[in-house]
């Protein structure tokens, strides 16, 4: 990833154990040994761990991720220049028309389901321990809104078309992409970052999906054969780590802004099962009708889908 001065932040991602994970994040040392200790007791002790994003007090992982994505995106796309920043986004061009206009024809809309877990359940600790807010951190409320992610990346590209959030879960991230997708047919923006972020390696959120039987156990001391959706021997999955970001871009916008064009987003639907509170509906018939509905709204027949994901 490039940061704003040119040089290379690397970072590494891989399946590993829970503590090296934990370990990985850099917390504070009373955090990681409180973090760690409850760790050890949890039936799941494996996670896909980021590495290389240190801990920050201001702000929550998860929306370390969502900037580190969405710059990358928009360096790749050619933005900042476009958007009148410099390096290390400083706005050279306040008060420019040209440029405010085009700010506010630029939106962001970042998905994410856990917001950060470890953010309650450590002020909440600080509170009750010492019966006083004296020492919460004022950071709080920022650092545990979903849409912190949204809302900072737009303060990082003076963005200021919508600034929206999709919360949904597992789908937050696709719901994200399809919401901007509209924002910009409806008129609301010519280009959206979208995509999603999350970041709950932390021993509660763990637990709990512990608690629901979802996350694999059985591949504890082999963190690297646990991950394995299409096996037989499959019994759930791996928590993990990070975000993903795009640019989407009315058509014509893009070819007169120059842009790379990668590729056409055609359709988009979104259903509910109304099945089961985790479980999918069996029989997919909610699947089923997401896809029927965005290959009719993209003007696609089935035979022409050569991929699905």
Known sequence: IDDAGGDKKKTTTGITTLQNALLSQNLPPETYERDAALAESLPSQVAAAVNGVD??????????????????????????????????????????????????????CIGNGMSSVREITDSYKLVTERSSIRRMSPHF??????????????????????????????????????????????????????????????????????????????????PSESSRPFDSRRDGFVMGEGAAVLVLEELEHARKRGANILCEIRGYS????????????????????????????????????????
Request: proline fraction near 5%; glycine fraction near 10%; charge should be negative.
């Open 270 to 309: 979104a259903t509910g099962d109304a099945y089961h509170i985790t479980s999918p509906d069996p029989n997919g018939r909610g699947a089923e009708r997401a896809m029927q509905m965005a290959l009719c709204r993209s003007g696609i027949n089935p035979a022409d889908v050569q991929y699905v994901n």
């Open 55 to 108: 801990y920050d007090p201001r702000t929550s992982r998860f929306v370390q991720f969502a900037l580190l994505a969405g710059e990358e995106a928009a360096r790749k796309a050619n933005l900042f220049p476009w958007l009148g920043l410099g390096e290390e986004e400083i706005d050279e061009h306040d008060g420019d028309d040209l440029f405010q206009n085009r700010r506010e024809r630029v939106g962001i």
């Open 141 to 222: 409320v920022p650092k545990v809104l979903p849409n912190s992610a949204s809302g900072r990346l737009g303060l990082k590209l003076k963005a200021q078309g919508p600034n929206h959030t999709a919360s949904t879960a597992c789908a937050a991230s696709a719901h994200a992409i399809g919401d901007a997708m509209r924002f910009i047919q409806y008129g609301d923006a010519d280009v959206m970052l979208a995509g999603g972020a999350e970041a709950c390696i932390d021993p509660l959120s763990i637990a709990g999906f512990c608690r629901l039987r979802a996350l694999s156990t059985s591949f504890n001391d082999a």
